[in-house]
């Protein structure tokens, strides 16, 4: 018996072919991030998707209408297909995937787009309202993701140096182990702080909670303009898949990976002053002093000076303040350090050498520490005390250290004498061996006559 297959599969195109005319077709917008959550806000300069989705349209091309999209970059990023049944019918889709990145902040209505299928109909989608600028705002999930990470930032419009608190939450619905977040390289942003260790805290995306382990990360922006800090990456093995990786994680690379989503900050310039020049410190600074290490010392000496500064700013990359110093002294800067506080406050301290040309009392007058205030938006001042140095004549060899480099020097002709009858009965040696060797030799001789 032959079996009549043939007539089965038409009448399966047949059936196809009918549902396909009775599901209609579209053409259909849709922005998302790059992880392909739905979002309502973009960033500036953050890239973004667009999918143009057409539904049951047969077409070769591809939409038309990006090039009235201003202040917008758009790269094509290829093409997709999917099947999908939508209340008994079948629907067809083919996805034209678009790269977007925007490049001014606003808010912007864009014309529909259109796509001409094989028959010479033509489809046209919907107009599109874009909101650029601030942080994205996260409509849905287009897919239930049981592992995320996200880097939010509360402050997104910053001055140039200015401490960037940034909180890195990866977040999950099921354990896991082996977390590993990798550090991401920046252009044009300073990377300070990092937490070593999650906070424990919890967040939701859309209708989705999430378990969190926070990470504190500070940022220093050191350009001015528009900067975007990376995706970065969080590599863990789901608990389900532990004990397969723990074998096999070498040969196979075993763990699953997520990323967070590019971020943008706003960066701009500190007010112009002609009062104020050069100020690198921004926040609030709670106090500056200026000590001596001794307040005498002879022409010559080197005497160290400190300028202690503490409060809530960018102290981590500040730079040693010039110093206020009166006719006869001079100074060289030296090291600084800086020490973060538990409670997220700096401690830093300048170090400088002092050194005076000639004898005289002296009084340093008090010292100035400038810095920027978030709070007041204001340039403000902090003085030390002043502080009183007495110089001696010319500084006097220490007797000690004279006595030290005569029996140096007594020693260095002990090792000078003995290396020179070390050399002496070296060359005895030799001369005896070559006469040692001359002899046997000789009688070697001898003894074959």
């Known amino acids: ?29 849709q922005v998302s991030d790059l992880q392909q959550n739905k979002v309502s806000q973009v960033e500036i300069g953050v890239p973004f998707l667009v999918q143009v989705i057409a539904q049951n349209i047969d077409s070769d091309g591809q939409p038309d209408g990006f090039d009235a999209w201003d202040n917008f970059a758009v790269t094509f990023y290829g093409v997709g297909q999917s099947m999908t049944s939508i209340n008994g019918q079948v629907v067809q889709s083919k996805i034209y ?7 001014k902040q606003g808010t912007f209505d864009y014309p529909a787009l259109c796509l001409t299928d094989k028959q010479g109909n033509t489809y046209v989608s919907d ?157 609030r600074i709670d106090h500056a002093e200026f000590t001596l ?22 102290l981590e990359i500040v730079k040693a303040p010039l110093l206020d110093m009166p006719q006869g002294l001079h100074y060289y800067e030296g090291n600084s350090s800086v020490t973060r506080e538990k409670n997220g406050t700096f401690k830093k301290e300048f170090e400088w050498i002092v050194q005076a040309e000639h004898a005289d009392s002296f009084e340093i007058p008090q010292q100035q520490f400038f810095y920027f205030d978030l709070k007041s938006e204001q340039y403000k001042t902090l ?13 006097k060899k220490d007797v000690s250290d004279q006595t030290n480099r005569n029996e140096t020097k007594k020693e260095e002709k002990k090792i000078e004498h003995k ?20 002899s046997n030799s000789l009688l070697s001789k001898m003894l074959t006559l």
Request: proline share 4%; charged share 15%; hydrophobic share 40%.
């Open 1 to 29: 018996m032959v079996k009549k297959t043939g007539n089965i599969f038409i009448v399966m195109i047949a059936l196809f072919s009918m549902m396909n005319v009775n599901a209609s077709s579209k053409l259909l917008l």
């Open 97 to 103: 995937n678009y790269v977007v990145t925007a490049e």
């Open 127 to 283: 107009t599109l309202k874009m909101v650029v600028g601030g942080s994205v705002k996260i409509s849905q999930q287009s897919t239930a993701q049981p592992y995320v990470l996200q880097l939010d930032m509360p402050e997104r419009s910053v001055y140039v140096g200015q401490k960037v608190a940034a909180m890195l939450r990866f977040g999950f619905q099921t354990s896991f182990q082996d977390l590993k977040i990798t550090e991401v390289p920046m252009q044009n942003i300073y990377r300070g702080f990092v937490s070593q260790e999650g906070q424990d805290s919890e967040f939701k995306i859309g209708n989705q909670k999430y378990t969190s382990q926070d990470f504190l990360i500070e940022f220093y922006p050191e350009k001015i303009g528009t900067l975007v800090i990376p995706s970065f990456q969080a590599s863990f093995v789901p608990q389900r898949q532990a004990y397969v990786s723990s074998i096999f994680s070498i040969m196979l690379g075993g763990g699953s990976v997520v990323h967070s989503q590019p971020r943008s900050i706003d960066v701009k310039p500190l007010p112009e002053s002609s009062e104020f020049k050069n100020v690198t410190a921004i926040g």
């Open 293 to 314: 290490s001794a307040n005498k010392g002879a022409v010559g000496e080197g005497i160290v000076a400190k300028m202690m500064v503490t409060g809530d700013a960018n």
């Open 383 to 395: 003085m030390t005390k002043a502080q009183k140095l007495e110089i001696s004549g010319v500084l």
């Open 419 to 438: 290396n020179e009858s070390m050399a002496s009965m070296h060359q005895t040696f030799l001369h005896w061996l070559d006469m040692n060797t001359f």
